[in-house]
């Protein structure tokens, strides 16, 4: 892509984020964090793990975004009778009207979407989230020996509540890895919250305005992958990711289990990307991979008893991290 054309793309991306921020606004009070990292998630093309108690907006906030980006959106509620058929669709057997025969036609699931909403995706059990894994990875389904693949963009955002335990299933690692953000969505702040308290009494809600297309999305994400990475911010990120696994970072180690993989480094890279295009800038920096590294890092680091005995956080473990690997 030449200069002159990159500088056009980047002019048009950055008002079409304006405009798409705006348009979540007149919805969602507040949670700017939580809607840049969902932003960032979904230009970059990876599936995001919303983690929060109940009513605080998850669910809307999905919704709202797949409609200001004019996307397909279907939301399958998990619970511990569903089984993998209930989301990626089964074959029926149909009489053909005209030769009598008799034939298999594919129904499609619920999964056949641009946005996926996996409510509660804990509360089914391994077998039935596992039939999510093909689609976050390779975009397609198999179902009954035939492969069917899925409209771009395709997007899988589930959400988690972290404090009801009881009739839930953790999530595998190989699932969670699947993930590029784990997004923490926090309680408002009494102001805002005095504000959805009012709006959401009063008026009725605002209806949102489509930003950008689907085929918006998919350009949107092939521009960010062919933005420039110094050879000084892609070796922060490889070092960052390399000391998750205790290699030499004092105070790491000893609460690990496990540290991230290398698509933790992948998944810096496109974040930084995205977060500094997103804030019209033409090549990342240290500080884009240091704002990214907390919904990356947290669901990839796996803590041992020492962690919980000594109340040692995977928040903590990052920050140690950051504070260790130097640029």
């Not at 089914?124 to 894994?133: D, E, G, I, R, V």
Request: aromatic share 6%.
């Amino acid at each position: 892509m030449d200069e002159q054309n990159e500088k056009l793309m980047l002019e048009r991306f950055n008002e079409a984020y304006r405009r798409l921020r705006e348009e979540i606004a007149r919805v969602i009070v507040g949670q700017e964090r939580v809607i840049d990292e969902l932003l960032t998630a979904l230009f970059s093309g990876g599936h995001c793990l919303l983690v929060g108690v109940p009513g605080l907006a998850k669910t809307l906030l999905v919704s709202t975004v797949a409609g200001c980006l004019g996307l397909k959106f279907s939301r399958i509620q998990f619970t511990p009778d569903l089984m993998p058929s209930d989301i990626m669709g089964t074959e029926v057997l149909e009489e053909d009207k005209i030769t009598h025969g008799r034939i298999f036609r594919f129904l499609q699931g619920p999964v056949f979407a641009n946005v996926v909403l996996a409510d509660e995706i804990n509360r089914t059990p391994p077998k039935t989230q596992s039939a999510l894994l093909q689609a976050m990875q390779e975009f397609n389904v198999t179902v009954g020996g035939k492969t069917y693949g899925l409209d771009l963009p395709f997007f899988v955002l589930a959400t988690q509540n972290p404090i009801e335990l009881e009739g839930t299933y953790p999530l595998p690692e190989a699932q969670l890895d699947r993930f590029m953000f784990n997004i923490r969505v926090d309680y408002p702040s009494p102001e805002e919250e005095l504000r959805i308290v009012d709006t959401t009494t009063s008026a009725p809600m605002q209806e949102t305005r489509k930003v950008l297309e689907g085929s918006d999305i998919v350009e949107i994400q092939k521009m960010i992958r062919s933005v420039p990475v110094s050879e000084k911010v892609l070796s922060f990120a490889v070092r960052l990711v390399r000391a998750s696994r205790g290699e030499g970072i004092g105070g790491v180690e000893e609460y690990l289990s496990w540290g991230a993989g290398p698509r933790a480094g992948q998944y810096l890279i496109l974040g930084a990307k995205t977060r500094a295009v997103m804030l019209g800038r033409t090549t990342p920096d240290i500080e884009d991979i240091r704002a990214v590294a907390w919904p990356v890092l947290r669901h990839r680091l796996v803590t041992n008893f020492h962690a919980e005995a000594d109340g040692i956080t995977t928040e903590d473990l990052v920050q140690r991290l950051l504070d260790a690997v130097q640029p």
